[in-house]
């Protein structure tokens, strides 16, 4: 692999200071976008440290930045950002692209360094400072005057005060129920509709609701549940169900300690289309000659299942089910949206929510949100782990 | 894991056709044969049947409500509506320019903030997951594999210090926030997708290239991206679902505003204020949803791609 833009250059392994003795002169666009990218890296912890200080200098931004009023405002500076954003990294390329000697750190940094940029600022500094906050009590960390440490106080309290514990149990029912339910009917219905006739159709069915914001989903599911008071006429389906099978309207999201389940089958519902949609893609691509040798033997039906297609499947049922048990673990739109967790539904996502921002403890919020991440974690090792194995196997 | 046909046909061969003996089936043959088996069992039809009326009749009673008239929705369910149809737009229209609900001005908001939210990150991941397969430098796959582990950092982690940044330059309560925060966030699991199409990408073609004496940037615009139009298109369908149906990021960064919040948010609020306010809800979840099902209907084959290859975000 050439070191430089320019065939013509031999050593690929000349450093910086060799590039001026070079004869084909440095680009000096080139080297430009280099230092412009390293001033971008310190002006990011520039920024950073002077957060943390709380001496960051007031800036005033010129207003149609960040006032948006009205639609056309919004629409023009819409425009203006993609047309900024495009131009910008068109320059940064444009001048990284020369015909002169360009240094492989420059073209290296011009097209990593936004995105390293990027995630410096918004997920790893975020990161070590929410890990930092749940050591700490209700204010910010890094607040001289008002910070105070607390070591594990924050995990002990979440892991021994009664309501906290509901919300870990509840968390815990989710991130059991959902992927069960989810893959076992996904996997259902993608072996039943398995090259049937209308098969797109009866996949984008279950499918759809993918697509669907699950606020969205939380109020089609809320008017199913709805209750009205036995006297007068349901508008909610079950439980105009439940009387006309003669049984009393039951109040599906209040009643302790069913109403849990009844968000959990909304996840459910959302799920399961995913589910089906990567199994029915692993079952096709089983090898035709497997199916084919299997059938010879005299095999069909339920042990076909069993012994042919569950095998062959495994591995995508594995990340089928680590991804929702994952998407499930950060479950925060549905319970906030039909409950806001209230009647004992909290998990911890939302619970997160509800005191970061509701009740502006810090503390506790970053004790809840580290521990989302550290649930994450043996469930991501895992995957990893069972995938190189069947990579290996491949 | 990988796409693929479901009956990949199979070309009939020379000696396949000869007339000696009972020809042998082609695999295409025997799986059709084998759908037609299945297609026989009533209990198998009967359940997938039943599942995708369940799948459907949620969302299908919500949109029967959205246009039947304030007073007929809290007198009567919506499955009357069948022997007493009625049809009003009204509900549409009180949600989308009422003042108490103005969705039409929260509908702009989320376009606004989607479009930037989804070009930002691409643009940003299709150079950084270039330079990861194609550009050697010190440090690379120490470098990718930390932008790989990115991936399970949850949102929560990151919500709060960011905020802080934000307020510190002045910039909370604006677009700017929700735009970089969705373009921050996207930019691991982009990243590791787009370089998983560029690596599948035959090294002779670049190398080809090269010789000819083409730099990065002509390679990267000239030879690659053409081919990963489909990638490209996979996580915009993503990204774009994403962004369009986000609630804990807007929320925590755009308010309540109507100069800024999206749909979502408002939605939400809703939810909680005017819970019984059926003729607003049903029509205002359709306004949400509208957008969604239909960029997934025609990228529905992209999403899938992008799901296969690994693509899901937390």
């Known amino acids: 692999m050439s070191d430089t833009q320019t065939p013509e250059k031999a050593d690929a392994s000349a450093s910086d200071a060799t590039a001026g003795k070079h004869k084909n002169p440095v680009s000096y666009g080139a080297l430009a976008v280099g230092f412009f990218m390293i001033l971008v890296f310190a002006g990011i912890v520039g920024l950073v440290a002077a957060s943390f200080f709380d001496a960051v200098p007031e800036i005033t931004w010129p207003s149609f930045l960040v006032e948006s009023d009205t ?43 936004p995105a390293l940029a990027a995630l410096l600022l918004g997920l790893i500094w975020p990161g070590i400072s929410t890990l930092i906050q749940s050591f700490y009590g209700r204010s910010p960390w890094y607040d001289p005057e008002r910070s105070e440490f607390v070591g594990m106080a924050n995990f002990s309290t979440l892991f021994t005060t009664p309501e906290f514990q509901v919300v870990l149990r509840n968390t815990l029912i989710w991130v059991i129920l959902v992927p069960l339910v989810a893959v076992g009917l996904g996997l259902l219905y993608a072996v039943l509709i398995d090259r049937t006739r209308g098969e797109a159709i009866s996949k984008g069915l279950i499918f759809l609701p993918m697509a669907i914001s699950l606020v969205g989903a939380s109020i089609i599911w809320r008017f199913v549940y709805e209750y009205r008071a036995p006297a007068r006429p349901q508008i909610g389906l079950l439980n105009q169900l439940l009387v006309w099978l003669g049984l009393e309207p039951y109040q599906f999201i209040l009643n302790v300690p069913w109403n849990t389940t009844f968000l959990i089958v909304v996840m459910v519902w959302i799920q399961t289309g995913f589910a089906m949609t990567i199994i029915s893609a692993a079952i096709k691509a089983i090898p035709d000659d497997i ?20 095998p062959s499947i495994r591995p995508a049922l594995l990340v089928v089910w680590v991804t929702i048990t994952m998407t499930t673990l950060k479950v925060f739109d549905i319970v906030r949206t039909m409950t806001g967790g209230n009647f004992q539904t909290s998990v911890v996502a939302n619970e997160f929510y509800t005191q970061s921002f509701r009740q502006f403890d810090f503390g506790l919020g970053a004790a809840l949100a580290v521990l989302l991440f550290v649930i994450v974690i043996p469930v991501v090792v895992y995957q990893v782990r069972q995938l190189r194995i069947s990579e290996e196997i491949r | 894991m990988t796409t693929s046909n479901p009956g990949i046909p199979v070309e009939p061969s020379v000696e396949q056709k000869r007339p000696s003996g009972p020809r042998k089936l082609t695999k295409a043959e025997i799986r059709a044969s084998e759908a037609k088996t299945r297609l026989t069992s009533p209990w198998a039809t009967g359940i997938a049947i039943i599942m995708a009326i369940l799948w459907t009749i949620p969302t299908f009673g919500l949109l029967i409500t959205s246009i039947r008239p304030q007073a007929s929705i809290q007198q009567s369910g919506w499955w009357t509506w069948f022997t007493n149809p009625e049809f009003t737009l009204q509900n549409y229209e009180t949600v989308l320019t009422g003042s108490s609900t103005a969705f ?24 950084a997951a270039y330079a990861f397969a194609w550009i050697e430098f010190r440090g690379r796959d120490l470098l990718f594999v930390a932008v790989f582990a990115l991936q399970i950092v949850p949102l929560q982690v990151t919500l709060i210090p960011l905020l802080s940044i934000y307020v510190d330059v002045g910039l909370a309560g604006s677009f700017w926030t929700v735009w970089l925060s969705h373009s921050i966030f996207a930019l691991p699991l982009a990243i590791f997708m787009f370089h998983n ?3 599948d990408i035959p090294r002779s073609l670049v190398e080809a290239a090269r010789v000819d004496g083409a730099g990065h940037v002509r390679i990267f615009f000239r030879v ?31 308010g309540g505003t109507p100069n800024v919040a999206p749909l979502t948010v408002r939605l939400a609020e809703l939810s909680g204020s005017r819970g019984q306010d059926w003729h607003l809800l049903s029509a205002g979840a359709f306004v949400a949803l509208i957008v969604p099902v239909l960029i997934f209907l025609f990228g529905q084959r992209y999403f899938v791609r992008g799901l296969l290859a690994g693509g899901v975000k937390g």
Request: proline share 4%; glycine share 4%.
């Open chain 1, 291 to 310: 199916v084919e040798a299997a059938r010879l033997d005299g095999v069909s039906g339920l042990r076909m299942f069993r012994y042919v297609t569950i």
């Open chain 2, 104 to 127: 039409g001005t929260y509908f702009v908001n989320t376009l606004v903030i989607t479009i930037p939210a989804v070009v930002i990150p691409i643009t940003i991941a299709l150079l």
């Open chain 2, 224 to 254: 690659l991206l053409p081919l990963l139009v489909p990638a490209v298109a996979a996580f915009t369908v993503f990204q774009f679902l994403w962004v369009w149906n986000d609630l804990l990021v807007a929320l925590t960064f755009a």
């Open chain 1, 71 to 113: 639609a056309v405002r919004k629409l023009g500076l819409m425009v203006f950002v993609v047309l900024l954003f495009v131009g910008v990294m068109a320059l940064l390329l444009f001048m990284v692209d020369s015909r002169k000697r360009v240094p492989n750190w420059t073209v290296a940094i011009a097209f990593v360094g």
């Open chain 2, 197 to 199: 199409f560029m690596k």
